[in-house]
């Protein structure tokens, strides 16, 4: 694992176990990070090939953060559970509209 995944994971814990774990997401939310971050990676190699910057991989922090407080915001207003909201965008894909890490992946072109 290199260091920029590690120093991600690290940035992410709290909000893994604040939020995700006791949703019984955390092994899934820790794919999503892995997976997200693989792609910005290879975005990354790309855009240097083609002498343009992208956005750096802490992109993907702000995304999680992003959607824990808009589940707890949609959570107050529809009565339902922050989990409900976490869980499902944890099932779409992430250049799908609603996925977690959809906005990570639009700062990355």
């Not at 260091?3 to 995700?20: Q, S, T």
């Not at 407080?69 to 107050?76: F, G, H, P, S, V």
Request: aromatic share 10%.
């Amino acid at each position: 694992m290199d260091e920029e995944l590690k120093e991600l994971l690290k940035l992410c814990l709290v909000i893994i176990e604040r939020d995700y774990a006791p949703c019984g997401l955390k092994h899934d939310v820790k794919k999503r990070i892995i997976k997200l971050y693989e792609q910005w990676k290879k975005a990354k190699v790309e855009a240097e090939k083609e002498r343009r910057t992208i956005g750096g991989y802490k992109l993907i922090f702000s995304d999680f953060l992003r959607a824990v407080n808009l589940a707890q915001e949609l959570a107050k207003r529809y009565k339902k559970s922050k989990c409900h909201y976490l869980r499902k965008w944890l099932m779409l894909p992430p250049n799908t509209r609603g996925g977690l890490g959809v906005w990570s992946k639009s700062m990355q072109h």
